[in-house]
């Protein structure tokens, strides 16, 4: 339950504001061929300032743990959270979360796509993107920016 509530705080606060869907981009596709309505844009400039604010200097992969703190839960379920990283060719660092086999009726993964820019002595994060795959029956089973029901 506690869980549940995470998630689904999580996702209000990121939302709010924020669109599914961008009209200059609506025919782009990002590095992993995802449309944009698979994805939803997060304002990354609250974090931006928690970045700004670090005084040791973290590797990409420590700011997305930073920006998504949880672990996954022992004892119950598969749950397993996995972060990859990826350096563009622009020198901007691409990390990706996946938190797979969420303890949630609806929701079974959530996916954080932050692309990085390391300036001297911090990150900036200069994009935010989140997205689900909702448990068989609950929406969705592939990626996308839908809120499982």
Known sequence: MKTV???????LLFSC???TKNPQNDNSRDEE???SQEFIDMDSSEFNKKLAQ???KLTAMEVMQLFYPREAS????NEKITISE????SGIVKVTLIHANLLDDSVRDIKYVMELQEN?????????????RCWEGRGHTDWGADLCR
Not at 74 to 77: K, L, N, R
């Open 33 to 35: 061929t995802h449309t």
């Open 120 to 132: 001297k002595t911090t990150w900036t994060v200069r994009s935010l993107k989140q997205s689900f």
């Open 17 to 19: 504001g924020s669109s």
């Open 86 to 89: 990826q350096t563009l060719d």
């Open 54 to 56: 670090q005084n040791e």
């Open 74 to 77: 022992t004892g119950e379920g």
């Open 5 to 11: 509530i995470s998630i689904a705080f999580s996702i």
